[in-house]
């Protein structure tokens, strides 16, 4: 037990400090080697390295290209026209189109905070020019952006696929209805607030030959998902493979077809994309070494048969994980917390034959959520950059968002058949 208190103790004093959370689990775990001797200091090092000996984990710095590219190339826009052109005629349309155009982006993306920046960079200021208070559009884009891990391809499932040792091509099936879910529970409060407060104008309505042009405009953009979840659910490509014809794909649509990048400005998309891809490996390397050590020293066990000696109620266990995960998310990065508490977490729910598919949806939903709130929130900060204006403006329609998406996040806990029924029907 004091070797833990040491290990946490040390990890949380040193993000105190404002030290990353990767140096930070680094940094505990060489500590309390070297004070207690409990393993050689190779350990840490072997741990680092054979963390990214993964095939599944290839993913995430395809699926980071692959997101970068396409930002860049035009997609985005595009399919913002196509859903303004079939979608944007009512009050309250363009907050509509931000939550439809986030949920198609987040197919291709993967990522919360390049949803934001994609899709809000473009609607938040049109929102705003249209009469949306600047709070509510910036809220709608950073709560928007939580579809990006939520909707297949996620970098987040992939995540907890390679720690969980489940099927990734599960865990993107399963994310479907809840992103559904999420996508209709935003839309239905922007029609209601909007039609109270009477957000943005009415359009005369788009012509068929208008809705054609942007349909034709985007099919390049709309083929994206078709190709990369058609073949990861038919069988064809692994999600591995997918990230890959994503990157193909994206940098072919965006030289050859849309012409919105050159090769010149291939260097730059590639320096920012391993920039962001070897601080996430970076991350995995040092959270395996910090959850070798808790598992060697059976703190996940004893954490695990505490809960359960308190109580024996599904329902309750399940509520408390879902407030640590909740808190968990709003100061740690998504993918740190996965790294970290996945094994620890299903330890306590496997007894209870939740199964590891649903957990994944619990837990990725949960700290996405995170992303959207203060203090650590991504996604508001994209958003707040975007509206140019303080976080404080948009907490007054931030917090129903989150109660919105938080009602999701319990329809989701309670009931399994929502993340489960899709696997278990294409099995």
């Not at 979608?87 to 934001?116: D, E, H, N, Q, Y």
Request: with cysteine; net charge neutral; aromatic share 8%.
């Amino acid at each position: 037990m004091e070797q833990g208190i040491l290990l946490f103790g040390i990890f949380f004093l040193a993000l105190f400090l404002n030290v990353p959370v990767a140096f930070s689990l680094g940094i505990a775990s060489v500590v309390t080697i070297l004070v207690y001797d409990i393993l050689p200091l190779g350990f840490v090092i072997q741990a680092f390295f054979s963390s990214g000996d993964s095939f599944p984990l290839l993913a995430v710095p395809f699926f980071i290209l692959a997101g970068d590219i396409m930002m860049q190339g035009g997609i985005s826009n595009r399919l913002i026209v196509f859903c303004k052109t079939m979608m944007g005629t009512k009050r309250g349309g363009l907050g509509v189109i931000t939550v439809f155009a986030s949920m198609i982006f987040a197919s291709i993306s993967g990522s919360g905070p390049a949803t934001v920046a994609a899709i809000g960079g473009i609607l938040i200021p049109a929102m705003i020019e249209e009469g949306y208070d600047e709070g509510y559009a910036c809220s709608l884009g950073a709560s928007a952006g939580a579809l990006g891990p939520i909707i297949p391809p996620s970098i987040s499932f992939v995540m907890y696929g390679v720690i969980a040792q489940v099927s990734i091509t599960e865990l993107f099936i399963a994310g479907v209805v809840p992103g559904v879910l999420m996508t209709i529970a935003l839309i239905i409060f922007v029609k209601i607030t909007s039609k109270k407060h009477e957000f943005g104008v009415i359009r005369q309505k788009a012509t068929t030959k208008e809705k054609v042009k942007a349909f034709i405009d985007a099919i390049w953009s709309l083929m994206v998902p078709v190709i990369i979840l058609g073949g990861i659910y038919g069988g064809i490509i692994t999600p591995t493979e997918a990230a890959i014809v994503a990157c193909v794909y994206g940098l072919i649509i965006g030289l050859f077809v849309y012409k919105e990048i050159t090769i010149k400005d291939l260097p730059e998309i590639f320096a920012k994309s391993a920039l962001t891809s070897g601080t996430a490996l970076v991350l995995v390397g040092c959270a395996t070494a910090f959850g070798r050590i808790l598992a060697l020293l059976h703190i996940p066990t004893a954490i695990a048969s505490a809960i359960l000696s308190i109580t024996d109620s599904t329902i309750i266990i399940l509520l408390l994980i879902n407030v640590v995960l909740f808190i968990t998310g709003m100061f740690m990065e998504t993918l740190a917390a996965i790294v970290i508490l996945a094994p620890l977490m299903l330890s306590i729910v496997t007894p209870l034959g939740i199964s590891p598919i649903h957990f994944g949806m619990i837990m990725v939903l949960n700290l996405v959520i995170g992303q959207c709130t203060p203090p650590v929130g991504v996604n508001l900060y994209v958003a707040a950059r975007v509206g140019n204006i303080k976080l404080e403006r948009m907490f007054k329609w931030l917090i129903p968002m989150i109660g919105v998406l938080l009602i999701v996040q319990m329809l989701i806990t309670y009931i399994p058949q929502l993340s489960v029924f899709l696997p278990n029907l294409l099995k």
